[in-house]
Structures are given as C-alpha cells and as structure tokens.
C-alpha cells in the first residue's frame, strides 16, 4: 500500500474531468428543473411554506431523510470512523436515537399547533413580538451553525475531484453552492425543496447501498475479517474497535464525548429545518407517519456507514485519508475510486457518481436550511414584529426571499473558514446550539401551563449565548491544530461541544424566568393549545 490514494484521486479526476463535470452539470440542471417546476406551482404563502400542506407521510418521510442525511452523515462520519473507529460510530447513533424525542415529543404537537415557523407555537400563548424576534434570531443561529457543515464538505469535494489546490479556488467552490442554493430556495419554496430533498434521499441511499454491497464483496461479506482488517491496518489494532480511541485519552475527553452525545441525542426536536417539514403535511397522523419513515431509512442508512468508514480504514492506510483532508471528510469518495479500481474507467466513474452524490446532498440540505432561516425571518420577525401582522403575502414573500440572499452570503463567507474542520463535529455545535435554545422553550411551552414570555425570551437568549459563546472559546475555533484559526490561540473552554453545559441552562434559565416572571400566565389561552397540540382541533 505505498500509494498516494490524494494524487491517484486527482489524477482519476484529471483524467475523466469531461465525466465528472456532466455527472455534476446533469444534477444541477435536473435539480434546478425541478425547482423552477415547483417555483410556478407556488402561488401563495402556504406553497412557499409548507409546499401547500400536500405531501404525504411517505413523501414527507422521504424529504426529511434527505434534509437529515446531509453532508456530516456522508462524509463526516465515514471519515470519523475511519479514523477513530468504534468511536467514530457513535455519531450515527446520536444521530439515529434523537429521533425517538422527535417522534414522541414533537412532531404531532408541533404540526397541529403552529402553522409555519417554531416561532408560531411560542407566540400561541405569549407575547408576539418579543417571542417571535427570540425564535427568528435562535433559528437563524442554528441554521447558520448547519451551513457551516455543509458548505466545507462541498468545498473539500469539488476540490479533490477537480484537482483545486489553491485556497482561492476552495472559497470559489463554497460561494458557488451558496449561489445554487438561494436560487433553489427563492424560486421554488418549500415544494421545489421538498421534491430536491426527495431526490437526493433515493440517490444517497443508492449509493450508500453500492458502497456497502462493493465493501462487503472485497471480503466475501465476512465482517469478521472486515473489522480485523481495519483494525489492523489503521495502526490501532483492537483499540480501533474498542471505545475510547478518541473520547477516552483523558477524563476531559470523556466528558467531551458525554458532552457530543447529549447534543447529538437532544438537538434533532429542535433543528428549525428538521421542525418546518412537519408542517408540509396535512395531518398530524401523516406528521407521526412521516417520522417512522425517517426512521426507517435513516438507521438502514446509518448501519451502511458502518461498513463505509470500516471499509475505509481497511482499504486504505489512514495518513491517505488525512493527506486529502485532515478530518477525514473524502474518506468516502476515496474508498469509491478504491474500490472501482485505481487507473480504471470504472474507479473514475464511482469516484465521480458517489462525488455527484455527495454534492447533490450538499445542495438539497442547504436548500432546506435556507428555507428554515428564511422563514422565520421573513414570517416571524418581518412580517410579525416588524409590520405588526400587517404584511401581506406578497410582501412575506419578498422579504423570504431577500432574507435567503443575505443568509447565503453569511454562509458563503463563514463557510470559506470553515472548510478545514469535520463537519460531523460541525453539525454537532449545530446540534449542540438547537438543543440549549430550542429545544427547552419547544417543550416548556407544550407541556407546562405556567411557563411565561420572560421564561421563553430567558430560555431561548441564554441557551443561545452560553452555546455560542462557549464554542467561540473552545478547541474548534482556536488553540488546536483543526481549528478554524490554527495560528491563534484565545481559547479557554475545554470541551469541543458546549452541550453538557449549554442545554441545562437553557432549561434552567426557562424554569427560573418563569419563577420570577411577574406575567401571569393565560390559562386559557394553555388549555387550547393543549387541546389543539393533542387533537389537532384547529390545526391549519
């Protein structure tokens, strides 16, 4: 194994670029063919919304499997596992057990009591303006935290496969996805995402299942000699498959890793772009339905990165993987060309399809994210706080849309930054973030009578600032060699992921805010929402 899989990826590249570059034109041309479908079948708020409220649970289940299975599920933990091994893994089931929370704690609330936003359902029972400007700017925050994600695995792809080694030419890749996706979101809404997403998830879970079946071929689908492969060539040996490679260097690193596992397990039922799909459907059985769906797909999926990042760590040495990317964020394009044969025609098309993949991934989560922060911006804080409930349809949505301009050049220039680091760590302060600030005034609003404005601004604002605050302060940002400023070092939280000290504030300063709260609550107003969030009784 002395060869450099990074130069034989690049030079595969280099050899089919006409092959790569239509297999990404022709998805490109297709998604945006769909999108500009859907953009004139918008017609109305609702449309640009909630796609008119007329997926069903299986199309619904579809569309949020492609919104959750996004760059960090692909790439992030394949290369996660493939360098960390066992502990790599526990990003999948993070990812898959936080859906249990979002099944039997938020979807059917969620859907029959708001209309658009999360924002919605806060303001059901408490002041407008100050709930909505919280919710607006919390969602943004989150979603922008996603982007970051997002945009550095589309820029760590598209280099490797176009052979783009000079950082200028990086940043032009990650301002070029930031293009497509506010042209996705601005003409065609929730429907044009929601159909994008839908497509995306079948072809993630094709190749996904190629991968696997190609992995599983190479060693006679014997996982035995898979994993004592992998073990051993990573240089760990059983270490590799054995807890605490990376989480249990030393104590700080356990809790880091407790830290990562509470977010990842709490932050999914407060994700804004995960929220605003339970709207597009027409009933809260369908909203219940769509979330088994999910389930299904996603933890069929999340076995699959099992053999992806094993496969990996088998099949090639790990200073490979880390040459391209130090986070290991190609490890899956890389076992692709390795397994189609290197200096083949066939290495050079799975490379490249299992690349249009992972870029297709890109755009439709981003297309979904957009959405969200665009939403609630224009919905909430526009049309709400600033007009006062006086805006009109066409005015919303214009305001969605200039909204989803000025959010993708934020991500554009955040994400230029970021494009070094994991993004499965990434999407986990995204997680981290959504769980500390959404997540507790989601549920106090639902399920406790007593809870009041000031409980939910407290909650919201001092999840938010104690999670942001820390991870600007932390390893990710600086003082560490994968840090998004390497060369400084300001940095004085310990932990990557801020959750295990963010989310109980949150909860706790919605509990005290409330307490001290000279607001009396409006019963009334509590009991329908109860009766609305159970029953669906009025529910748009």
Known sequence: MSTDYVILAANEASEHRTLIISLFTAFVV???????????????????????????????????????????????????????????????????????????????????????????VLAYRMRQRPVRTAAGISTIVVSIFYLLAQMAGAGVLVALLLGITSEFGKIGIVALVGVLMIMYVSIGGMKGTTWVQMVKAVLLMFGALLLTFLVLLKFNFNISDLLGTAASNSGKGSAFLEPGLKYGVSEMSKIDFISLGIALVLGTAGLPHILIRFYTVPTAKAARKSVLWAIGLIGAFYLMT??????????????????????????APLLALHLGGVDSTWGAILLASISAVAFATILAVVAGLTLASSSSFAHDIYANVIKR????????????????????????????????????????????????????????????????????????????????????FSPVVSGAPTAMFPDVDFHWFPLSNPGIISIPVGFLLGWLGTLLSKERPDTGKYAELEVRSLTGTGAH
């Open 306 to 331: 099992l053999a992806l990042g094993f496969g990996a760590a088998a099949l090639m040495k790990p200073e490979y993987i880390t040459e391209s990317n130090a986070a290991g964020n190609t490890a």
């Open 30 to 120: 297709a998604t945006l063919a769909i999108t500009v479908w859907a953009g004139r079948q918008t017609k109305d708020a609702a449309d640009f919304y909630a796609g008119g409220r007329q997926f069903s649970g299986f199309q619904n289940g579809l569309a949020i499997s492609g919104d959750y299975m996004s760059a960090a599920s692909f790439l992030g933990i394949a290369g996660a596992i493939a360098l960390s091994g066992y502990d790599g893994f526990l990003y999948s089931i993070g990812f898959l057990v936080a859906w249990l929370i979002a099944l039997l704690l938020v979807a059917e609330p969620l859907r029959n009591s708001g209309r658009y936003t999360m924002g919605d």
């Open 389 to 472: 409930g006086q805006a009109t349809e066409k005015q919303e949505m214009r305001a969605a849309r200039w909204s989803t301009v000025f959010i993708g050049i934020v991500s554009i220039a955040l994400g230029a930054l970021a494009r070094d680091l994991n993004v499965a760590g990434l999407v986990a302060l995204a997680f981290a973030v959504a769980a500390s600030a959404n997540l507790p005034t989601i549920l106090y609003s639902l399920f406790w009578k007593r809870f009041t404005t000031q409980g939910a601004l407290w909650s919201i604002y001092g999840g938010l600032i104690t999670a942001v605050g820390l991870v600007l």
